[in-house]
């Protein structure tokens, strides 16, 4: 079994900052790819950014330009800096990881609430 905590959410004003924090421990075995999705009421879940076990980085249009993902292989933790938020970045951020070979796995989520 591998757990995933995320933390880092909360409420912050347009134009502020959030890091973001996803945390695996459990049986892990190998590393594999992180990512945060994101998912708004209303709304389907959407891709934000993955990082791949080497580092390598993918950012879905909901991530590009503002948020920075990153990993600590050492720490199993993967993170997602997000700046200039803006309202509609409110949503319930999730982190998902997936093991070759043994699927995929995801966290509780975490919320992030812009607003003034």
């Known amino acids: 079994q591998v757990q995933l905590v995320e933390s880092g959410g909360g409420l912050v004003q347009p134009g502020g900052s959030l890091r973001l924090s996803c945390a695996a421990s459990g049986s892990i075995d190998t590393l594999g790819v992180m990512g945060w999705y994101r998912q708004a009421p209303t709304k389907q879940r959407e891709l934000i950014a993955f990082v791949t076990s080497g580092g390598r980085t993918n950012y879905a249009d909901s991530g590009k330009g503002r948020f920075t993902i990153s990993r600590d292989n050492a720490k199993n933790t993967v993170y997602l800096q997000m700046n200039s938020l803006k309202p509609e970045d409110t949503a319930v951020y999730v982190c998902?990881?997936?093991?070759?070979?043994?699927?995929?796995?995801w966290g509780q989520g975490t919320q992030v609430t812009v607003s003034s």
């Open positions: 998902n990881f997936i093991l070759p070979g043994r699927g995929s796995y």
